[in-house]
C-alpha cells in the first residue's frame, strides 16, 4: 500500500458526460501528479500541483481540468468524455517537488465511456 | 519534447539476466527514474540514477550515462514475480517510456 488514495477505483460512464477522480495524497506529501495510461500510449504526464499550486502541465486536454485543495488532496475533472479517454488514471503524490523525488502512486481510476 | 525510448518487450529464462535499455533526449535532464508495473497495478519506484555509473540495489543494478542519453536497468537472478513492466521516467518534466515488458519463463 502505497498511501495513496483514489476513488472511484472503477468508473463506467458515456460518451459526453463529466467525471470527477479524486486523490488523496500519502501523509506530509504536498506534490500531487496526475497520469492517464491507456494501451497505446504508455504512462502520460497530466499534470502537477505543489501546495494548491499548479505547477507542471503536460499533455492535458483542454476538457480535462484539476485543482488540488487547502486539505491537499486533488480532484481531476474529465468532461464532454469520448471514447479515446477510457483509459487507467493515475494520481502520484511525492514529499515536495525538488529533483529526485520519487513518486507513490495510488491503484489508479480505471475509466470506461461507452 | 523528452522522446525516451524503451523495448516493447523481452523474454528470459527464470535465473536469469535481462538488461532493459533505455534511451533519452539530453536537453533538460535532472535524472532518470526506473519504476516496476504488474499487470493491473499501480507503478513502484526502483531506482534513480542522477551521476553517471552504476547503482546496485540487490538483483536489480541501474546504470547512467548522462553524456550518451543512456540508462539501463539489470534483472539479475530472475524470478516469475520479476514478470512486469519497466518504466524509464525522467525527472525533467516527468516524461516515462512506454515500458518494456519483461516475461520471465520456468
Known amino acids: 500500500d502505497s498511501g495513496v488514495t483514489q476513488t472511484p477505483k472503477h468508473l463506467i460512464t458515456a460518451t459526453g458526460q463529466r467525471v470527477t477522480l479524486r486523490c488523496s495524497p500519502r501523509?506530509?506529501?504536498?506534490?500531487v501528479y496526475w497520469y492517464q495510461q491507456s494501451l497505446d500510449q504508455g504512462l502520460q504526464f497530466l499534470i502537477h500541483?505543489?501546495?494548491?499550486?499548479?505547477?507542471a502541465k503536460g499533455n492535458i486536454l483542454e476538457r480535462f481540468s484539476a485543482q488540488q485543495f487547502p486539505d491537499l488532496h486533488s480532484e481531476l475533472n474529465l468532461s464532454s468524455l469520448e471514447l479515446g479517454d477510457s483509459a487507467l488514471y493515475f494520481c502520484?503524490?511525492?514529499?515536495?517537488?525538488?529533483?529526485?523525488?520519487?513518486?507513490?502512486f495510488g491503484s489508479g481510476t480505471q475509466l470506461s465511456v461507452l | 519534447g523528452q522522446n525516451i525510448d524503451q523495448p516493447t518487450e523481452m523474454t528470459a529464462t527464470e535465473g536469469a539476466i535481462v538488461q532493459i535499455n533505455c534511451t533519452y533526449q539530453t536537453s533538460g535532464f535532472n535524472g532518470l527514474f526506473w519504476y516496476q508495473q504488474h499487470a493491473g497495478e499501480a507503478p513502484t519506484f526502483l531506482s534513480y540514477n542522477v551521476l553517471d555509473g552504476l547503482e546496485e540495489k540487490g538483483r536489480f543494478s541501474s546504470f547512467l550515462s548522462r553524456s550518451k542519453g543512456y540508462s539501463y536497468l539489470l534483472l539479475k537472478e530472475l524470478q516469475m514475480k520479476d514478470s512486469a513492466s519497466y518504466l524509464c521516467?525522467?525527472?525533467?518534466?516527468?516524461?516515462f517510456g512506454a515500458g518494456t515488458t519483461v516475461t520471465v519463463r520456468a
Open positions: 521516467a525522467n525527472d525533467y518534466k516527468l516524461s
Open positions: 500541483y505543489y501546495n494548491g499550486e499548479e505547477r
Open positions: 501523509s506530509g506529501d504536498l506534490s
Open positions: 502520484a503524490s511525492s514529499v515536495a517537488t525538488g529533483g529526485g523525488e520519487k513518486l507513490f
